[in-house]
């Protein structure tokens, strides 16, 4: 409900409903709301595997910890996500400082021909992989005057997640939680405002844990979800990229349903009072 406009292949089987409510970015429309990352599987092909599982069409790199051709003779991801079937969002993993962040996006247009769709992440500290929004605000500010379209991982904070879309990123990437924790969404509240008062998409990004998760955060109105380590490091990574793919399509089906009120201490039977057999 946040935009329209056209874009690349679908992943296999969507559902009808995908293909009514598109998930669009930058004016690429999508019908997975599910993006996925490629970290932390064994080998590429089982992140692949995973990949296809989640029916996801947008896959984030991390461009300092995976090869796209940076590193020649070695294995490439693109080998196994090729950019002509999937939407690829370089992204700066690992990185503290505004100017390393840019530095490393400009070299994956490099590296992409020219792609400009990219996500931003300036961390604060190795411990809490916690953004660091003063150095986020910096660099996406760079980042857009140049032309990149940037996808921003950030807080929680809805007065950051106004700046950052006031200065033009295309998406706001708020944490449930911190990175590859997997607690789930712990502050619902904050993440409700930024619905509110934001019009370009909102994507939870990071501490997803378990397929749940992925549907309360559908459920409140979030545009999509990303998330790496709570399918990369399930025991079985495939069946649970094929469980997120499911929740977040439920979660989907249940925001725009609309549930019913909350009755405190008030019950309500499923079934009418009048004209009972035997009355």
């Known amino acids: 409900m ?7 292949a679908p992943p296999s089987n969507p559902s009808p409903l995908a293909c009514m409510d598109p998930l669009v970015i930058a004016g690429k429309s999508y ?7 490629t970290g932390k599987y064994k080998d590429f092909a089982e992140t692949r595997a995973a990949i296809d599982a989640a029916g996801a069409e947008i896959v984030t790199v991390a461009i300092r910890r995976t090869n796209i051709g940076q590193e020649p003779g070695q294995p490439s991801l ?3 996500v090729p950019p002509e079937r999937f939407t690829l969002l370089p992204n700066t993993a690992g990185c503290y400082t505004a100017e390393d962040a840019i530095r490393t996006l400009r070299l994956a247009r490099e590296l992409l021909d020219g792609h400009d769709l990219v996500k931003l992440e300036v961390l604060g500290d190795p411990q809490t992989l916690y953004p660091n929004v003063v150095e986020t605000l910096k660099a996406a500010e760079t ?4 032309g990149f379209k940037v996808m ?3 807080s929680d904070d809805p007065i950051v997640a106004r700046q950052l879309e006031e200065i033009g990123c295309v998406a706001i990437m708020p944490l449930a939680s911190l990175i590859g924790s997997g607690m ?5 509240w904050n993440l409700q405002i930024i619905i509110d008062r934001v019009k370009v998409p909102v994507i939870v990004d990071a501490g997803v844990g378990t397929a749940s998760d992925a549907a309360i955060a559908m459920e409140l109105g979030c545009d999509a979800v990303l ?5 990369a490091a399930a025991k079985n990574p495939v069946l649970m990229a094929s469980a997120m793919r499911k929740a977040v399509e439920a979660g989907r089906e249940a ?5 019913m009120p909350k009755k405190a201490y008030q019950a309500s039977p499923s079934s009418p009072l009048t004209g009972l057999i035997g009355s």
């Open 2 to 8: 946040r935009a329209e406009s056209s874009s690349p």
């Open 31 to 37: 019908t997975s709301r599910l993006l996925v990352g």
């Open 78 to 80: 693109l080998d196994y």
């Open 143 to 146: 980042l857009v005057k140049e």
């Open 152 to 154: 921003v991982y950030t």
């Open 184 to 188: 789930g969404i712990l502050n619902p």
């Open 255 to 259: 925001f725009l349903a609309g549930r």
């Open 227 to 231: 998330m790496n380590t709570a399918i």
